[in-house]
């Protein structure tokens, strides 16, 4: 079995908004092994996104990361920062949270980089698809020749106003060196965009949504990462693309050998893609484990509401049967301490009045399970009256409704196709 190359320890990270405080992640841990496709799955609004940001430090304001560790494995940078950062140093591994933001900068990249969700709105449309690629290779040349201490403190004259100006008198200098402008087209070529040369001269809104997504592919790849996050990376394209998407990304991990992070509300994508594979909700990681762990053998009944509203092919016509409810409110104020899920939870007992904590549900605790029935079984404490629930003091619970005021049902947020999510 291969080393951890990333372990999430504790991560939190709020929004401090006019509303309130809104716990977007909340105390997630999880490993992700060296060279292996690690999935997070959830609803919309379950905190996934977020958690990815978080990785590759893009939360913005009002977000911050709050706590937690992200150890990464990195044996010459932890040497490189011993000394300076001792508490933020064990053995081979690295606690991004604990070293300046100019290191963790200097690692985007080189170590991590990520493909977002929409590509047409993540390439600039002034620049051609090709330039933009070959910045990110000057990026990552720059970083590589560098001590890795030093990395984040860019000469910026290279992209002053000057320059930029001058790039667009003289054409030959939109591109920053011809080496990068060839490892650009070599990148286009590797994610199979056709003429890869003509294409690089080419602007993004003169590519297809597929063509593009294989472009951000490529970009993301310019530094050679260790870790690329990518964040419904199939989201935005219909069902064909989506494959082809998937097969390249599939293809390239095995290729490079890099470790993947993907995050979707898609369960088909989890499945075609993933060795090992988180399920979040309200922010929490609620069960993770292989592949197996969380299809066939899951013990939270989230997760088994997640795969009940699958469509099932060989029942067609047949009516799918979603998880009832909404998906609560995140803000600080609003959360109950009791499981986030308890008002949707058909098995919710008394045991569940108190937060469930990550119990194994295997010998060598690899797979969790954030639920009190990682412990004792249904029936075991004596189920809940609705008056646990009842904020209005009608008797009613928040289960199975769906009034349009609280968010969106089960059924409108994860689907096996696509769809919009974050
Ligand atoms: S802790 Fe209780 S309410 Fe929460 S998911 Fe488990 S059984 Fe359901």
Not at 320 to 349: I, Q, T, W
Request: aromatic content about 6%; hydrophobic content about 35%.
């Amino acid at each position: 079995m291969s080393e951890d190359v990333l372990r999430v320890e504790g991560l939190s990270t709020r929004f401090f908004t006019g509303e309130g405080q809104v716990n977007a992640v909340e105390d997630v841990s999880f490993r992700v092994r060296e060279g292996e496709v690690f999935g997070i799955v959830g609803e919309s609004g379950s905190g996934k996104s977020v958690t990815g940001l978080s990785l590759v430090d893009l939360v913005e304001s009002p977000g911050e990361v709050t706590s937690g560790k992200l150890w990464y494995r990195d044996a010459e940078l932890a040497a490189d920062l011993q000394q300076e950062f001792p508490a933020a140093v064990d053995g081979d591994y690295v606690d991004l949270r604990g070293v300046p933001e100019a290191v963790r900068t200097s690692l985007r990249g080189t170590s991590f980089s990520m493909i977002f969700q929409d590509p047409e709105s993540s390439f600039n449309p002034s620049l051609t698809v090709g330039e933009q690629i070959a910045e990110a290779v000057e990026v990552q040349q720059r970083a590589s020749s560098r001590p890795r201490s030093t990395r984040a403190r860019t000469d910026s004259s290279e992209y002053s106003l000057g320059s930029l100006i001058l790039s667009f008198a003289l054409p030959s200098r939109r591109y920053i060196s011809e080496e990068s402008r060839e490892r650009a087209v070599e990148l286009l070529e590797m994610v199979g965009i056709p003429d890869p040369v003509e294409r690089a001269d080419e602007y993004p809104h003169e590519y297809s949504g597929g063509m593009l997504q294989r472009a951000m592919i490529a970009q993301a790849l310019a530094g050679e990462p260790d870790v690329l996050v990518a964040d419904e990376p199939t989201t935005a394209l219909d069902v064909t693309i989506q494959a082809q998407v998937l097969d390249l990304l599939s293809d390239l991990q095995k290729e490079t050998g890099m470790t993947v992070l993907i995050i979707t509300h898609n369960l088909g994508v989890i499945a075609r893609m993933c060795d090992r594979v988180g399920v979040m909700y309200a922010g929490e990681i609620v069960e993770r484990g292989s592949l197996a762990d969380v299809f066939r053998d899951n013990v939270h009944p989230y997760t088994a509401g997640l795969l009940g509203s699958v469509p099932d092919l060989e029942s067609v016509g047949g009516s799918l049967d979603p998880v009832p409810g909404n998906v609560p409110s995140l803000l600080d104020h609003e959360m109950a301490d009791r499981c986030y899920f308890a008002d949707r939870c058909p098995k919710a007992m008394e045991a569940c009045l108190e937060r469930p904590h990550p119990r194994a549900v295997d010998d060598d605790g690899d797979h969790l399970v954030n639920c009190v029935l990682g412990e004792v079984s249904y029936g075991d404490s004596p189920p809940l009256p609705d008056e646990y629930f009842d904020d209005d003091g009608d008797g009613s619970s928040g289960a199975a409704t769906d009034d349009g005021e609280g968010g969106k049902t089960a059924e409108e947020s994860v689907s096996t196709d696509g769809g919009e999510s974050r």
